[in-house]
Nanobody
Framework: VQLQASGGGLVQAGGSLKLSCAAS????????MGWFRQAPGKERDFVADISWNGARTYYADSVQGRFTISRDDAKNTVYLQMNSLKPEDTAVYYC??????WGGGEINDYDFWGQGTLVTVSS
């Protein structure tokens, strides 16, 4: 599976960004998809995931109510809508795919990773 993330950039605190991750190489409808992020000098942390059928989503406490994960199976793409951004949301954001279909909150739950897209939130 190849994953291509895009949509990062520089935004002021309180603003919004929408990240996209296009997948290829496997039937998209069999994949659970997740977003993680890694701030400078820190570990890669779970942000959100969505199951293969879109029926289940899960969010980290730090983004609950501000971020929304969604998927468009016709476009083989998963999205992360980020609202009310804070400086502490600054990080490289990575999308990931789980062949098992259900995702999870751990790095080891995923089989494939995209290259990352940088989000910078200024105060």
């Amino acid at each position: 599976v190849q994953l291509q993330a895009s949509g990062g950039g520089l935004v002021q605190a309180g603003g919004s960004l929408k990240l996209s991750c296009a997948a290829s190489g496997r039937p998209f409808t069999t994949l659970a998809m997740g977003w993680f992020r890694q701030a400078p000098g820190k570990e890669r942390d779970f942000v959100a995931d969505i199951s293969w059928n879109g029926a289940r989503t899960y969010y980290a406490d730090s983004v609950q109510g501000r971020f929304t994960i969604s998927r468009d199976d016709a476009k083989n793409t998963v999205y992360l809508q980020m609202n009310s951004l804070k400086p502490e949301d600054t990080a490289v954001y990575y999308c990931a795919a789980d062949l098992g279909g259900w995702g999870g909150g751990e790095i080891n739950d995923y089989d494939f990773w995209g290259q990352g897209t940088l989000v910078t939130v200024s105060s």
